[in-house]
C-alpha cells in the first residue's frame, strides 16, 4: 500500500531533490548532485516524473554544442529511469541581471533578455516533452516603491505573457502556463502576491485560455492564506493548470516542508479537494530536504512526500464513505429549492417568501462533532 504509480502523476523538480542546503546564513551541507544522478533517484523512489529550470540542467553560459549533448544525455537518463518531463520553466531570479526584476525591470534590455532567455527554456522543455510551462515571478517585485508605479510593472508583465504565448503558438508548442504566485522572498515584496492576484490578471491577457494558475501551499500559507480556498477558486474558474505540494508554518521563511510535514491538517483538507474534483494533472512536489540530511534523508523526504499524499488520499475516501460524517454533512446543507434564475416572476416571489429566521438559526450544525470525526480519522483510531 501507499507505492507511487505512475496514475498517481508524481513529479519532483530538479531544484527539489538538488537542492543542496544552502540559505542566507550557511552553505551548502550536500554535494552536487548530477541531474541525470537526480533522474536516477527519482526512478529509483518511483517519482512519475522531473521538470526542471532551464540552468538546473544547461548552464547559463553552456555553448550550443554544450546544450546539445547535455539534453542528449538527459533525454537518455529520462528514458533508462523510466521518468518523464510534464513541466518546465526558467530561472528568471538567480542571475544577477535579473536583481530588479525580469519581465517587470526597469531597463528594456532586462526585459527582453527575460523574454529571450524564456523562449530558450520553451524550446528545452518542448524538446524534453513538456506540456506545461510555469512562470515564477521571484524576482518582480521591490524592496522600494520608489523604483516604479505597480501598474507599470502590471503592463510590463501582461506584455511579456502576451508575447511568449504568441511564441507557443508561433512554434506549434502545446503548452498551457501556470503563473505561480508568492507574497515575498527573495523580494521585499512580489508582485502578484496571491493566486487570486493572478486569477485576476490572467483574463487581461490576450491568450487568456493558455494561461493559468500554478498555486503552492507555502506561498498562501506565508501570506497567512487558506491554500485550499485559493485552489478551490483557481479550480472553479478552470485555471489549475499545475500545483506545487510541499508544507509550511505561517509567518516565518518560504521553508517548502516535506508535504504533510508541518499542517496535516490543511495537508488532508487538499488533497480531499483535489481527488473529489478529480484534478488531473501533475502531483508536483516543490518542496527540499531538511539541512540537516544526506542524500539518504533526501530519498527519505522524496519518499515521504508521496506517501503522504497516499495516505491522505486513503483518509479521504475513508471521510466520504463514512456514514455518521456524512448524515452530519448532509443535515447541514439543509433543503429547500436552490435560488434558481433571476426572473421578474422569481423575484417578486423571493420578495414575498416569509422566513422564520429564528427557527432557521437555532439548530446547532454539529461542526464540532464533524471536526472530531474528521481528527478522528487523521489520527487513524476511525
Ligand atoms: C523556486 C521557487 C518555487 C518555484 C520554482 C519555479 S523555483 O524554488 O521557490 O516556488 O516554483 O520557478
Ligand atoms: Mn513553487
Ligand atoms: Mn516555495
Keep these: 500500500a501507499y507505492q507511487p504509480q505512475p496514475a498517481h502523476k508524481f513529479t519532483f523538480g530538479l531544484w527539489t531533490i538538488s537542492n543542496r542546503g544552502r540559505d542566507p546564513f550557511g552553505e551548502p551541507v550536500r554535494d552536487p548532485l548530477p541531474p541525470n544522478d537526480a533522474v536516477a533517484m527519482l526512478g529509483d523512489v518511483g517519482a512519475w516524473g522531473v521538470n526542471l529550470h532551464d ?39 538567480t542571475d544577477p541581471i535579473f536583481k530588479d526584476g525580469a519581465f517587470t525591470a526597469n531597463d528594456p534590455q532586462v526585459r527582453a533578455y527575460a523574454v529571450q532567455k524564456t523562449m530558450g527554456a520553451m524550446d528545452l522543455g518542448a524538446e524534453l516533452g513538456a506540456t506545461i510551462f510555469v512562470l515564477w515571478g521571484g524576482r518582480e517585485g521591490t524592496e522600494t516603491d520608489a523604483c516604479r508605479r505597480p501598474d507599470d510593472a502590471v503592463k510590463r508583465l501582461r506584455e511579456a505573457v502576451n508575447y511568449l504565448c504568441e511564441y507557443n503558438i508561433a512554434q506549434g508548442y502545446q503548452y498551457r502556463f501556470a503563473m505561480e504566485a508568492k507574497p515575498n522572498e527573495p523580494r ?35 501570506a497567512g492564506l487558506n491554500f485550499t480556498h485559493a485552489v478551490g477558486q483557481a479550480w472553479d474558474a478552470g485555471k489549475l493548470f499545475h500545483i506545487d505540494l510541499n508544507d509550511q508554518n505561517p509567518g516565518r521563511y518560504d521553508q517548502d516542508f516535506r508535504f504533510g510535514a508541518a499542517n496535516p491538517r490543511a495537508a488532508f483538507f487538499l488533497v480531499k479537494f483535489l481527488e473529489d474534483v478529480g484534478y488531473a494533472g501533475p502531483r508536483h512536489f516543490d518542496a527540499h530536504a531538511y539541512r540537516t540530511e544526506d542524500y539518504e534523508g533526501v530519498k527519505a523526504f522524496a519518499r515521504g512526500c508521496m506517501r503522504t499524499y497516499l495516505i491522505l488520499k486513503e483518509k479521504a475516501a475513508r471521510w466520504n464513505a463514512d456514514a455518521e460524517i456524512q448524515a452530519i454533512v448532509k443535515a447541514a446543507h439543509g433543503d429547500g429549492a ?3 434564475p433571476f426572473s421578474a416572476d422569481s423575484a417578486r416571489a423571493l420578495a414575498n417568501r416569509e422566513f422564520d429566521r429564528k427557527a432557521i438559526a437555532a439548530p446547532g450544525l454539529a461542526y464540532e462533532q464533524l471536526d472530531q470525526l474528521t481528527t478522528e480519522i487523521l489520527l487513524g483510531v476511525r
Design 188 to 222: 521585499g515584496d512580489i508582485y502578484m502576491s496571491t493566486t487570486g492576484s493572478y486569477l485576476g490578471f490572467i483574463p487581461t491577457l490576450d491568450h487568456p485560455d493558455m494561461v493559468g494558475v500554478n498555486p503552492e501551499v507555502a506561498h498562501e500559507t506565508m
Design 338 to 340: 436552490n435560488l434558481g
Design 55 to 93: 540552468n538546473d540542467l544547461v548552464p547559463i553560459d553552456a555553448t550550443a554544442a554544450e546544450r546539445d549533448r547535455i539534453v542528449r544525455e538527459f533525454k537518455a537518463a529520462m528514458q533508462q529511469h523510466g521518468v518523464v518531463c510534464p513541466m518546465a520553466t526558467v530561472s528568471l531570479f
